[in-house]
């Protein structure tokens, strides 16, 4: 199986940035897509951006986040990035890193098999 482990959370102040961390384990990560989600306190969980099995592949955005937010991987390293500039309030919450064993990223949770555990992301006023 693919085990994901996130990293890069924390606490920033509205309008700075942070870039998310997802390593991924086994030599076969370039054979899934990859996504990021999140779930704010009270909220269900929320499909962030997805990027297909290549570097310079597919990708796909929220709404919410489009323009702000740069999905990347980087298969040598078996690693997946979340690029988060001008960050709201609103962005607070857990992200995870999940994968799915096709080769476009889709938005349904339910879509996906294999999650990590999550890492805070605090965004102040």
């Known amino acids: 199986q693919v085990q994901l482990v996130e990293s890069g959370g924390g606490l920033v102040q509205a309008g700075d940035s942070l870039r998310l961390s997802c390593a991924a384990s086994g030599r076969t990560f370039s054979r899934y897509a990859m996504g990021w989600f999140r779930q704010a306190p009270g909220k269900e969980r929320e499909f962030v951006a997805g990027?297909?099995?290549?570097?310079?592949?597919?990708?796909v955005y929220a709404e919410s986040v489009k323009g702000r937010f740069t999905i990347s991987r980087d298969n040598a390293k078996s690693t997946v990035a979340l690029q988060m500039n001008s960050l709201k309030p609103e962005d607070t919450a857990v992200y995870y890193c999940a994968a799915k064993n096709a080769y476009l990223a889709t938005m349904g949770p339910s879509e996906y098999d294999y999650w990590g555990q999550g890492t805070q992301v605090t965004v102040s006023s």
């Open positions: 990027i297909s099995w290549w570097n310079s592949g597919y990708t």
